[in-house]
């Protein structure tokens, strides 16, 4: 009780400092209703004079800038924003920023909703009042008319209509991806999803419920198996950890709990490719298949799902044919969708037959002059320098010789690095030391000092570069395997990575951008522009992906071993799984504390099995 | 850092020690899924051998205790079973306890809802495994067959039926009560409740999405106030228990996230009768009335509500006729309604035109050998001792000489008492000494020692007694205020009480019975027989209520003022509440210490405002 008594104190402190600094805030809201005194008075009409939505007409007119949806990249932009510059509005339809690599861990109790959740309000509180927040989903983007339509997805106005427009200068646009179930009939109505917080905590609660179900008198062996039987479609990383999840539940948790049925639980995790976890190092799938079976966990690969009804997943494999298994509870975790929006967006500006929003280097959405997108929405297309080898070749030669010089060359190595990465990729994967080798190759290996090109050889010099233009930036495809010591193993893989660290570096970066805007006007710090007729320099150095190096010092009882571009550690998982949380700088100290108190909690109490 | 890796250490030598224990049980679920291998078989055909349904049949067949509910009655009765003497099995459509006085407080996030509940198959775990616990609901108790009707909540087996019966030997109903709308038109669809966990958290969501849906572009004011005008319907403990919270939520949080529309909040309460809180002293009234405007809170005291249409609420008082408010949101926290599977019950047994089932002092339902009632389903009817005064009368006359001698008298009147404890609380409320100032009243002041009485004077002597029979157990009508030293003042008025304390007695007297239920047979502690043809001793004492004592010692700072039946205490709210927590029997370690770190985490961070 101490402890108790000590924190109540230090509270009540904390909350006098509080109303000390905002002492009108408190009290104003009391004395509309106060004054309407015993009687019934329905609405007292005051705050006629002090109403705030009329802008101050006198100062300049801040640009406005929408910020539609709260994710990762949304979030991370808004942070790093200095809102004072401008007038932001940000629309989603969570007043909240997930921290979702959690979000399997919410599914089994591990971790509370509530704690990896940060409300929006609650970020922006400690920005200027220039932020506006609307809790309503965009259904249209007006390129054209510079405005935003948008839904509110808790109710109407009087009128009966809920929509509204919000115009903008510039529009930033995170609003992620959504499920795909690539038209497999039944899967949206039958199956769980793993995207959202809700769809977490629905899990939770039909785990439970399928439990309870499963415990019922009359109920057959056949049928507890089916209802007991727990099916994970995709094997990527979510549905990998979803299963790692369950099974912890189940072996710490529910067999004490429900001892008469624990020999009826299964858990199956159905992947149509070869290996389960196939975009990361073969290493790491073949590790984690073999931790499954010694788990008990049954992995189907090359099975693709077909169809799913009330009770009946229907696959396909090309040995077997088509096979129908009774299931309890299925989760989806295969395929990433586009939004309906984001599909319209791209048809209205001609980027059809794409998944995501095609920007430049800088994040702008192709031939949108103030539309930026980040995120899972969109992808970088980086320009290729064969198709600007004229204009860059000309740049370089300074006095109008017709042949560059190796000076010439020189000069401009910095800024061609910078605008075309792939130049730098290709001179490392070719184990090149500098420019000149990559010359000395294209024109054979001459005398040194002398050594001059002319287009041609400029061109053939370079003509393998592109080659290096995959997906940029390079996605970071590290995968944290990390073992627990405990019998049992558990596999833990966090896909912070792609998903999240590249989200959140390009709203940082997009931020950064904007807080600068004037300022890199007059000063670009861009390298030189070598397209079309553009001289001088571009703005900004265009936005590159940042290989997340912080794990590496991380030292202890794990060995950890890095691999190219992979890390495999074994070591406690939960001591990763905090860094991960740990590290992150869209993450609050107040979701620190909470995931950390929730992990104690478990600890010490286990999961709470309770269907709410 | 160093405290989560400690706890972490800890937590893995904790499950190392849980593991080294149940051997088996952790690695028996596995082996079915790992035997079946990599390719697809669809379910192991195992498990047959030990199938572990059927009963031993060796051993005495054990009764059958069949529990319904499991609310503070319920849950108090199987903790203090021995469930070793019988086959126990629990039927309640929810898989937890909940502790109910803190579900005002979780609608704000003050508490989180999972901090409050605590599961069934937890509690259990530690009796034998002679407990079973099915998820599901009632709904029919059939006497003549000794069978209750269930059915599932979630979801029906093979062939579509989720029915399921199950018989007793003993029926303890525990189901508790519902909500009464008095068939207010359009109350079940447009008011939100506060009797169950999702109760609560409905509420909560909805608070976010009124200060959301407020805080979209195109409302106008007028619109505004209607969306955050909070009317609570129904001024008893809950209600103002709610709309004290709702407060709090609104000054110590909203109001710095939401400061745009602060000004349009606004709270009402709408109570039928001159007072809210009108079951406790007066004083107690007209304190949190005085509270309530200062803290800007209406109270509308006289006025019945008639109509709940989706934004109107249609209210009648004497002097003003039938008004109608605008609404954002209303919940209801008036009138406690009867169970209709309990309706159906007391049909059956003809105990019709009543709220609640009719037990006597031993909590048994009236005409019903094994069926049992406790909670808030049940009520005690207490005998009359004018309905049996000639068969006391006889059995006190031991030599059968027609009048009974002030000793003849003395050897009963201790049976007597427990029997009938109005004889008791009448002479108290006399301020009588001992019997025989009862019998001087009857047969007026005559010579002390040879003191003899006639059936005549002996009834003349207790007619009065059963004026004292009202509701036994006498309810506790215990009100908590505490009143936080803040400038704004808080009213938490712990309803624990009847509700709580009166249900958890119930259960744990039930279940002690229960426990020496051989043993009473035997050797009888009950009071002499004195009903009908009876002879001998009953085998127990009767139900008997037992003021809450324990919250008398809580010095300190607050300044505690007993009154006769109430506590009015000024000091520390959360302190109290915090103190009927840790009373509270059913409560264990892991919901006192999930409550006081919820507390903590709401006075370091605030309530989460995220609409989740």
Same mark, same amino acid.
């Given at each position: 009780?101490?402890?108790?008594?000590?924190?109540?104190?230090?509270?009540?402190?904390?909350?006098?400092?509080?109303?000390?600094?905002?002492?009108?805030?408190?009290?104003?809201?009391?004395?509309?209703?106060?004054?309407?005194?015993?009687?019934?008075?329905?609405?007292?009409?005051?705050?006629?004079?002090?109403?705030?939505?009329?802008?101050?007409? !006198?100062?300049?007119?801040?640009?406005?800038?929408?910020?539609?949806?709260?994710?990762?990249?949304?979030?991370?932009?808004?942070?790093?924003?200095?809102?004072?510059?401008?007038?932001?509005?940000?629309?989603?339809?969570?007043?909240?920023?997930?921290?979702?690599?959690?979000?399997?861990?919410?599914?089994?109790?591990?971790?509370?909703?509530?704690?990896?959740?940060?409300?929006?309000?609650?970020?922006?509180?400690?920005?200027?009042?220039?932020?506006?927040?609307?809790?309503?989903?965009?259904?249209?983007?007006?390129?054209?008319?510079?405005?935003?339509?948008?839904?509110?997805?808790?109710?109407?106005? /009087?009128?009966?209509?809920?929509?509204?427009?919000?115009?903008?200068?510039?529009?930033?646009?995170? @609003?992620?991806?959504?499920?795909?179930?690539?038209?497999?009939?039944?899967?949206?109505?039958?199956?769980?999803?793993?995207?959202?917080?809700?769809?977490?905590?629905?899990?939770?609660?039909?785990?439970?419920?399928?439990?309870?179900?499963?415990? @019922?008198?009359?109920?057959?062996?056949?049928?507890?198996?089916?209802?007991?039987?727990?099916?994970?479609?995709?094997?990527?990383?979510?549905?990998?950890?979803?299963?790692?999840?369950?099974?912890?539940?189940?072996?710490?948790?529910?067999?004490?709990?429900?001892?008469?049925?624990?020999? /009826?639980?299964?858990?199956?995790?159905?992947?149509?490719?070869?290996?389960?976890?196939?975009?990361?190092?073969?290493?790491?799938?073949?590790?984690?298949?073999?931790?499954?079976?010694?788990?008990?966990?049954?992995?189907?690969?090359?099975?693709?799902?077909?169809?799913?009804?009330?009770?009946?997943?229907?696959?396909?494999?090309?040995?077997?044919?088509?096979?129908?298994?009774?299931?309890?509870?299925?989760?989806?975790?295969?395929?990433?969708?586009?939004?309906?929006?984001?599909?319209?967006?791209?048809?209205?500006?001609?980027?059809?037959?794409?998944?995501?929003?095609?920007?430049?280097?800088?994040?702008?959405?192709?031939?949108?002059?103030?539309?930026?997108?980040?995120?899972?929405?969109?992808?970088?297309?980086?320009?290729?320098?064969?198709?600007?080898?004229?204009?860059?070749?000309?740049?370089?030669?300074?006095?109008?010789?017709?042949?560059?010089?190796?000076?010439?060359?020189?000069?401009?190595?910095?800024?061609?690095?910078?605008?075309?990465?792939?130049?730098?990729?290709?001179?490392?994967?070719?184990?090149?030391?500098?420019?000149?080798?990559?010359?000395?190759?294209?024109?054979?290996?001459?005398?040194?000092?002398?050594?001059?090109?002319?287009?041609?050889?400029?061109?053939?010099?370079?003509?393998?570069?592109?080659?290096?233009?995959?997906?940029?930036?390079?996605?970071?495809?590290?995968?944290?395997?990390?073992?627990?010591?405990?019998?049992?193993?558990?596999?833990?893989?966090?896909?912070?990575?792609?998903?999240?660290?590249?989200?959140?570096?390009?709203?940082?970066?997009?931020?950064?951008?904007?807080?600068?805007?004037?300022?890199?006007? !007059?000063?670009?710090?861009?390298? @030189?522009?070598?397209?079309?007729?553009?001289?001088?320099?571009?703005?900004?150095?265009?936005?590159?992906?940042?290989?997340?190096?912080?794990?590496?010092?991380?030292?202890?009882?794990?060995?950890?071993?890095?691999?190219?571009?992979?890390?495999?550690?074994?070591?406690?998982?939960?001591?990763?799984?905090?860094?991960?949380?740990?590290?992150?700088?869209?993450?609050?100290?107040?979701?620190?504390?909470?995931?950390?108190?929730?992990?104690?909690?478990? /600890?010490?109490?286990?999961?709470?099995?309770?269907?709410?």
């Amino acid at each position: 009780m101490g402890f108790f008594f000590f924190a109540s104190r230090a509270a009540a402190r904390f909350l006098g400092e509080a109303r000390i600094t905002h002492p009108s805030v408190s009290t104003a809201a009391l004395l509309v209703a106060a004054a309407s005194g015993g009687g019934l008075v329905a609405y007292a009409d005051s705050a006629g004079e002090n109403a705030s939505s009329e802008p101050s007409q !006198e100062a300049p007119r801040k640009k406005k800038v929408v910020v539609l949806g709260t994710g990762w990249a949304g979030t991370s932009f808004l942070k790093d924003l200095d809102c004072s510059k401008y007038e932001v509005k940000v629309i989603s339809p969570r007043n909240y920023f997930a921290f979702t690599p959690l979000l399997p861990s919410v599914t089994c109790g591990t971790v509370e909703a509530r704690s990896i959740v940060e409300p929006i309000r609650k970020m922006l509180e400690k920005k200027r009042k220039d932020v506006t927040f609307y809790e309503a989903e965009c259904f249209k983007i007006d390129a054209s008319k510079k405005a935003v339509h948008c839904r509110s997805a808790v109710g109407t106005n /009087f009128d009966g209509n809920g929509d509204f427009m919000v115009d903008y200068d510039y529009l930033v646009v995170a @609003l992620g991806a959504t499920v795909n179930t690539f038209n497999t009939p039944g899967v949206m109505e039958n199956c769980y999803f793993l995207k959202e917080v809700e769809d977490a905590q629905k899990i939770r609660r039909n785990v439970i419920d399928c439990f309870e179900k499963a415990s @019922l008198p009359n109920i057959s062996e056949e049928e507890k198996r089916k209802i007991l039987h727990f099916v994970i479609i995709g094997g990527g990383p979510t549905g990998v950890e979803f299963a790692a999840e369950m099974h912890d539940f189940l072996v710490e948790d529910l067999v004490k709990l429900y001892p008469a049925i624990q020999d /009826f639980v299964k858990i199956t995790i159905i992947q149509s490719g070869e290996h389960i976890l196939n975009m990361f190092d073969q290493r790491i799938a073949t590790f984690a298949e073999i931790k499954f079976q010694r788990d008990g966990i049954e992995v189907n690969t090359g099975f693709r799902v077909v169809k799913v009804s009330d009770d009946l997943i229907t696959m396909k494999s090309k040995s077997l044919g088509e096979v129908s298994v009774p299931y309890g509870m299925a989760v989806w975790s295969a395929g990433v969708g586009t939004r309906p929006v984001i599909m319209d967006f791209m048809q209205q500006i001609g980027q059809t037959n794409r998944r995501v929003l095609a920007t430049n280097e800088w994040l702008r959405v192709h031939e949108c002059d103030s539309i930026y997108a980040i995120g899972d929405c969109a992808s970088i297309t980086q320009r290729k320098i064969m198709d600007d080898i004229s204009t860059v070749f000309k740049m370089a030669d300074k006095d109008n010789s017709g042949t560059l010089t190796l000076k010439e060359i020189n000069d401009v190595i910095e800024d061609i690095c910078i605008r075309y990465p792939q130049v730098e990729l290709y001179m490392k994967s070719m184990h090149m030391l500098d420019i000149r080798d990559l010359i000395k190759d294209a024109i054979g290996d001459s005398h040194k000092e002398s050594m001059v090109v002319d287009i041609e050889e400029f061109k053939k010099a370079l003509s393998h570069v592109d080659s290096q233009v995959k997906s940029v930036p390079a996605t970071a495809q590290v995968a944290f395997i990390s073992i627990c010591k405990r019998s049992l193993a558990r596999v833990n893989i966090l896909r912070f990575l792609k998903l999240c660290q590249v989200a959140a570096q390009q709203g940082h970066y997009l931020a950064e951008c904007f807080n600068k805007m004037d300022q890199c006007k !007059e000063h670009p710090e861009g390298p @030189l522009r070598m397209t079309g007729t553009g001289s001088g320099r571009h703005n900004f150095r265009p936005f590159r992906y940042k290989h997340l190096g912080q794990f590496a010092p991380l030292g202890g009882e794990q060995a950890a071993a890095e691999l190219p571009g992979d890390w495999v550690s074994m070591g406690h998982s939960t001591q990763w799984l905090w860094y991960s949380v740990y590290a992150s700088k869209q993450v609050s100290w107040r979701t620190r504390m909470l995931v950390v108190s929730d992990w104690t909690r478990r /600890f010490i109490f286990g999961r709470d099995s309770s269907r709410i």
